[in-house]
């Protein structure tokens, strides 16, 4: 089947109109690994595999539109299908099982792993290295290698964090592009990333094929991408429930 990239939400803060807040899939021939499980995420997760086929979860950080589906995914592992599921390994920074209602109840159904920048972890075929991305929150940038593919994954940043972080070489990333150049810079200069930014970035750290995805639906989303695209040869916006092959 080779790695695939299957986008669940592309909203940047919050859902949007029709659109989910932030996730993915990534999918070799034997593992399945969500990344990211912002509101609405798990209504398209479940339009590609079922519940019990989710071998890991990835929580960037404790920021809401990053993580509040795996509440409903909770309810549905535990009492959904049968047998139910457990110990789903779940990888989060420290902290973020705080926010997390009722934790203790979740217990069997989750297999949490607190994480810190450095950290190396293994999901199915599928190796992740963490580094500290530029954000107000602790929050996990990550570098995926499956199946002699290189990906990355900026989460949300600042322009102070770079791939160059996680090496120099990488066949597929994605990034944050929040809004356009002269708003991010007014306004989050330290917290999110425009297009250009991200563009500039990664060209920089050698990624051959770059997404922009967490865009906020007040964004004027062709300019984010014309943007990027003058400092980036190989450059595309996210499409929800798009099946992205590595
Ligand atoms: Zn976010
Ligand atoms: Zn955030």
Known sequence: MGVSLTVLGTSGGCPGPAAAACGYLLRTSSTNLWIDAGAGTMANLLQHIGVSDVDGI???HEHPDHWTDIQ???VAAAHF???PVENVPVYAPTGLRDHVYAPNLQSNVFDWHECEPGDKIQV???SITFARAQHPVLTLAMKIECEGKVLAYSADTGPAFSFRELGDHFDFA??????IDEIIKRDAPDSHISGRQSAVMSKDAGVKRLMLSHIRFIADREKVLEEAKSEHPDVFLAQENRIYEI
Request: glycine share 12%.
């Open 58 to 60: 990835i929580l960037s």
């Open 81 to 83: 299908v049968n047998p």
């Open 72 to 74: 409903g995914f909770w």
């Open 174 to 179: 994605w990034t944050e592009a929040n809004d």
């Open 124 to 126: 199915g075929d599928i």
